[in-house]
């Protein structure tokens, strides 16, 4: 069954994941990685895109993008077309790179937008690239250490997340970092990387007590967020 067509909207927080066609590496090495960034400052500065989290793994990549003046199916695919393009010609194969289209989940900012930052953030962990926090905190590949001042780039917008810990910023980061080292032993979280009424409802044992009210919720694949949330948007 084909994906459905992504929603967007002027100011709408996605949590876009980009996978290896048959979950092959998409990063083979630093100048790989390096080549990313570069094509997506390009092309976030371009279209005036916020970025607020981000992480590369070698098969994979996350990022929390807003949208801007610009839709995110065209920043993305500029972004992966021209990525594609060098990575093919630089390793001398053929065909196509990524699978199928991104996944592009439009999530309810006020709910979901910290939790995001967190998961997305400690992906680098739970994929064993980093031994610890210490570790995470330094690495190049990922948003949390431009949170906490220790990687550099200007494209990521580090100020709406860490204003939301505290108005200092040496305070702001010691709590952010906080924030992210309880959520360590939180591991995979599958409810924050799609939509559907199971997300919207809670889980499991909310949809069943749905069943036999005479209320009833809506809720789509695309989007991660309560059920009133997702009515007003599909609207």
């Not at 100011?11 to 570069?38: C, P, S, T, Y």
């Amino acid at each position: 069954m084909s994906r459905k067509a992504c929603i967007d909207a002027p100011g709408a927080l996605h949590h876009i994941i980009v996978r290896g066609i048959e979950r092959r590496k998409i990063f083979l090495d630093d100048f790989d990685r390096d080549n990313f960034l570069k094509h997506l400052y390009n092309v976030l500065s371009e279209t005036a895109t916020p970025c607020f989290a981000w992480a590369l793994i070698p098969n994979h990549a996350h990022l929390l993008l807003k949208t801007g003046t610009t839709a995110i199916a065209t920043v993305m695919r500029r972004r992966l077309t021209g990525y594609a393009v060098s990575f093919n010609r630089r390793h001398r194969r053929h065909g196509q790179l990524f699978q199928n289209r991104y996944k592009s989940i439009l999530c309810q900012e006020e709910l979901y937008l910290l939790e995001l930052v967190r998961y997305i953030h400690l992906n680098p962990l739970r994929a064993g690239l980093v031994a610890e926090l210490k570790s995470l905190d330094k690495y190049p590949y990922s948003g949390h250490g431009v949170l906490m001042g220790k990687v550099a780039h200007a494209w990521q917008d580090v100020h709406y997340i860490l204003k939301l810990f505290d108005g200092k910023l040496s305070m702001a980061r010691r709590r952010y970092r906080e924030f992210v080292k309880k959520g360590i032993s939180d591991g995979r979280r599958p409810d924050l990387v799609g939509g559907g009424l199971l997300r919207s409802a809670g889980g499991w044992a909310m949809v069943k007590a749905m069943r036999r009210s005479p209320s009833r919720m809506k809720g789509d694949e695309r989007i991660l967020g309560e059920g009133d949330f997702v009515e007003a948007l599909l609207r």
